[in-house]
């Protein structure tokens, strides 16, 4: 194939300029369904460019869906060209209730985060098939690399892709409860596991905190008390708290639970989120723990996918075809795609991004809220704010129903005890800065002194 591309577009960059050339000659007619493209080291030469920019204007192409690859026989034209315009329809879904990491709005980190679809592109057909019930051995490789950054080094055996930290927990669930039986959590804890655990019967007995987690004398009295078979914990940027358990009362609560030999679910979803975190309880109670590594938070929750680490080999086993049995399997077409991202540095880049735009939100909360009593945290994507006195969350709830950030009330949250007038006020999602910074003032101003009066 002689094609060369013309009238390149000035001011873009030249692999861009190439894609969209691509783009234009099959809108024209010029390049048709199966028409073989030059091989990039000729293209490369006719234009009199590096190899790299055909390189990169070939994976343009295939992100877009303009061509395909075949190792041995090069890339071809697929015909129709698919839109890039943003679905409307789509773009409107998006579930305020949930807890949401900030999304990714810039153009050069969105371009690699949809270069990576030219990998799943290529093997798609591959990718709709059923496959392994807790990920491909590539994808688990990977997914060893994620943890490390949590210093987990699991063998493999023990790493499972599972399909979401709340499906996870639900196969975890099933594997050591049954009705009936009694699993202990934070006295205000994550609605997740509130869901699940009613699912299957089980009884949740929340243990008394402080601002540095439970404690460790309340969960020793809980587990005489009641003979748990687990104990839960969301242990860093706690949804909806915003506490990090600190690492000198990790270890303490890794002590009793060595002592009562209990074990533990460590739903570990914002840990990769903060620069420093303290050190996974798994570390210091290996055999015991059920670590969940969530990418819901750190990369986003469409993917619904989590990484797992069980406690044994034998427990790794029985979690996958708990799994089998719930969820069938991971999504190979995310597996693919998150194990892309991680290989080319472009899920790293997510994290970075969610990590600086939570605290610049974070920010904006603490100028707009100054003089209201919440918690925070640098990262967090949220606040966990105490109404002022006369005000209830039920009327602040209903008035910020048609804002862009989500409201909700303690009551979700509550196991321990009655509701407290609190609420969490969601700062993540895809609302901009300033639109934020609005609601904000909006929610200021509904707590202010004698706005429900009248």
Not at 43 to 62: N, Q
Not at 137 to 165: C, F, Q, Y
Not at 383 to 405: H, K
Request: net charge neutral.
């Amino acid at each position: 194939m002689h094609w060369i591309p013309t009238a390149l577009e000035n001011g873009k960059p030249r692999y861009l300029a190439i894609a969209d050339a691509i783009a234009r000659d099959i809108r024209e007619g010029h390049l048709t369904d199966g028409t073989r493209l030059p091989p990039q080291r000729k293209l490369a030469e006719r234009l009199g460019i590096d190899f790299t920019t055909v390189s990169r204007a070939y994976t343009e192409a295939r992100a877009r869906g303009h061509v395909e690859s075949h190792v041995g026989r090069g890339t071809f034209i697929r015909g129709s060209v698919v839109s890039n315009a943003p679905d409307m329809a789509r773009a409107g879904e998006e579930d305020l209730s949930m807890n949401m990491p900030p999304e990714p709005t810039d153009p050069a980190l969105r371009r690699r985060m949809q270069e990576g679809l030219g990998y799943v592109s290529a093997n798609l057909i591959d990718l709709l098939r059923y496959q392994s019930t807790t990920g491909s051995d590539r994808d688990k490789a990977a997914a060893s690399s994620w943890l490390s950054m949590r210093g987990m080094v699991p063998s493999l055996e023990r790493v499972a892709v599972t399909p979401g930290a709340h499906a996870t927990m639900a196969a975890i669930l099933s594997i050591i409860t049954r009705p009936g039986d009694v699993v202990l959590c934070e006295a205000v804890t994550y609605p997740g596991i509130r869901n699940v655990a009613g699912r299957f019967g089980v009884k949740l007995v929340g243990v008394e905190m402080d601002a540095g987690g439970v404690l460790p004398d309340a969960l020793e009295a809980a587990i005489v008390a009641h003979g748990p078979k687990a104990l839960y914990l969301n242990p860093t940027l706690q949804n909806p708290t915003t506490l990090t358990i600190p690492a000198s009362r990790r270890e303490e609560i890794a002590a009793v639970l060595l002592r009562h030999e209990l074990t533990l679910i460590e739903d570990d979803a914002y840990g990769f989120i903060p620069t420093r975190s303290p050190a996974p309880i798994a570390l210091s109670a290996p055999e015991l723990t059920w670590h969940i590594g969530g990418l819901a938070k750190c990369i986003g929750a469409g993917l619904r996918l989590a990484y797992t680490i069980a406690p044994t080999p034998r427990c790794a086993f029985h979690l996958s075809h708990a799994i089998r049995a719930l969820s069938v399997m991971p999504s190979p077409l995310s597996s693919a795609l998150m194990t892309q991202w991680i290989e080319d540095g472009t899920a790293d880049s997510i994290r970075r991004f969610v990590r600086s735009e939570s605290a610049a939100r974070q920010t904006i909360a603490a100028e707009v809220l100054r003089g209201f009593t919440f918690r925070a945290a640098d990262n967090a994507f949220n606040i966990w704010l105490d109404l002022p006195a006369g005000v209830t969350r039920a009327e602040v709830v209903a008035r910020m129903a048609r804002r862009p950030i989500g409201v909700t009330p303690s009551d979700a949250f509550t196991v321990l005890g009655k509701p407290e007038e609190k609420i969490r006020v969601g700062l993540g999602g895809s609302v901009t800065r300033a639109d934020l910074r609005e609601a904000l003032v909006f929610l200021s101003n509904t707590m202010a002194p004698n706005t429900f009066m009248g």
